[in-house]
């Protein structure tokens, strides 16, 4: 459980460094910072091996994946094969980057009834914008009311629905 919470944890950074620099957003100083220095150890050496191309940050993408088959690994005490261990860090990293997205529209909810104008919103908003978009575009407002973040978390949680039945 330790592992997996760990791992969870460096993995879900290194996801947000790949996100931020996908979208373009510049964190806060502080998330930066945290980013940067808790991830550096296995991007810089990544990227010697894997440089950014087409404007994407592949070596972080790269480091989430690794750490994910390090914390599925633990399969192989019980006896798993090299394709099951595969398989099940696949289902786990999509696992992540859908939980990371439920997240983030999460905390976007919360400032917004909270304290829209805390600091870090305007990060929060900017890195939930390319998600919320194109449903934007669909559902209308009901009232004053942007029902956008309840369609994505439901859409977020079928994606998690499907990926469980498709790797079962």
């Known amino acids: ?7 969870g944890l460096l993995g879900g950074v290194l996801l947000l460094r790949f996100w931020m620099q996908a979208i373009r957003v510049r964190p806060p100083s502080s998330v930066a910072q ?3 220095q808790l991830t550096d150890w296995l991007v810089r ?8 191309m087409g404007g994407y940050d592949w070596a972080s993408l790269i480091g989430a994946f690794l750490i994910v088959i390090l914390a599925t690994s633990v ?12 398989l099940a860090a696949l289902q786990r ?8 997205f439920m997240a983030l529209l999460i905390i976007e909810a919360i400032f917004s009834w909270v304290n829209p104008h805390a600091p870090l919103a305007p990060f929060v908003r900017a890195l939930n914008e390319p998600l919320l978009t194109p449903i934007r575009k669909v559902v209308p407002l009901v009232g004053n009311l942007d029902l956008s973040l309840l369609v994505a978390l439901i ?14």
């Open 1 to 7: 459980m330790i592992v997996d919470v760990a791992a």
């Open 93 to 100: 990293f999509l696992e992540w980057i859908l939980f990371g």
């Open 34 to 36: 945290f980013t940067f």
């Open 45 to 52: 050496p990544l990227r010697r091996i894997v440089p950014g």
């Open 155 to 168: 859409l977020l949680q079928i994606c998690q629905i499907l990926l469980g039945m498709l790797f079962s």
């Open 75 to 86: 399969l192989f005490l019980v006896g798993a094969t090299v394709e099951v261990v595969l």
